[in-house]
Nanobody
Framework: VQLQASGGGVVQAGGSLRLSCAAS????????MGWFRQAPGKEREFVGGISSVGSITSYAEVAKGRFSIFRDNARNTVYLQMNSLKAEDTAVYYCAAGVGFSPFKVSARRDEYNYWGQGTLVTVSS
């Protein structure tokens, strides 16, 4: 699976961004997807994920109420909609694919994802 993340940029605090992750190389519909982020000097952390079936979602506490994940299987793309952005959301955002996930599984564990995109930088200015 090849993943291409895009949509990052510079946004003012309180603004919104939508990140996209386009997948290729495998039937996307059977792959669980996740979004992670890594701020300078910090470990990569889970932001949210979506199951391959039923679009079940799960979010980290920092994302709840502000971020949402959805997928368009016809376009082989998963999205991360980020609203009410804060300076502390500044990070490189990565999408990840979990090949072999059960249909309704969402995982927050980095080590369960098999493939990673290259990351897209989000900078929130205060």
């Amino acid at each position: 699976v090849q993943l291409q993340a895009s949509g990052g940029g510079v946004v003012q605090a309180g603004g919104s961004l939508r990140l996209s992750c386009a997948a290729s190389g495998r039937t996307f519909i059977s792959v669980g997807m996740g979004w992670f982020r890594q701020a300078p000097g910090k470990e990569r952390e889970f932001v949210g994920g979506i199951s391959s079936v039923g679009s079940i979602t799960s979010y980290a506490e920092v994302a709840k109420g502000r971020f949402s994940i959805f997928r368009d299987n016809a376009r082989n793309t998963v999205y991360l909609q980020m609203n009410s952005l804060k300076a502390e959301d500044t990070a490189v955002y990565y999408c990840a694919a979990g090949v072999g996930f059960s249909p309704f599984k969402v995982s927050a564990r980095r080590d369960e994802y098999n493939y990673w995109g290259q990351g897209t930088l989000v900078t929130v200015s205060s």
